[in-house]
């Protein structure tokens, strides 16, 4: 698979990450007495936990941490 469809298909995907979490958080965020956030703090949240994700899934994914 080359370098240009896994970037064509993430791409997008973080902007609609980052729109998901905006909407999400703005429904969860007044039950618990937070402010809302806007979207440029939405990807800045998105591409933190895309940071801490993919290593991980990686890893999952080459099954070094969880074995069958």
Same mark, same amino acid.
């Given at each position: 698979?080359?370098?240009?469809?896994?970037?064509?298909?993430?791409?997008?995907? !973080?902007? #609609?990450?980052? #729109?998901?979490?905006? =909407? !999400? *958080? /703005?429904?969860?965020?007044?039950? !618990? /007495? =937070?402010?809302?956030?806007?979207?440029?703090? &939405?990807? =800045?949240?998105?591409?933190? #936990? *895309?940071?801490?994700? &993919?290593? #991980? &899934?990686?890893?999952?994914?080459?099954?070094? *941490? !969880?074995?069958?």
């Amino acid at each position: 698979m080359g370098c240009g469809v896994i970037f064509g298909a993430a791409v997008p995907g !973080f902007f #609609l990450s980052s #729109l998901f979490t905006m =909407l !999400f *958080w /703005g429904v969860i965020a007044p039950e !618990f /007495g =937070l402010e809302t956030i806007g979207y440029s703090y &939405a990807m =800045l949240v998105t591409i933190a #936990l *895309w940071i801490v994700v &993919a290593p #991980l &899934a990686a890893a999952a994914g080459k099954g070094k *941490w !969880f074995r069958k």
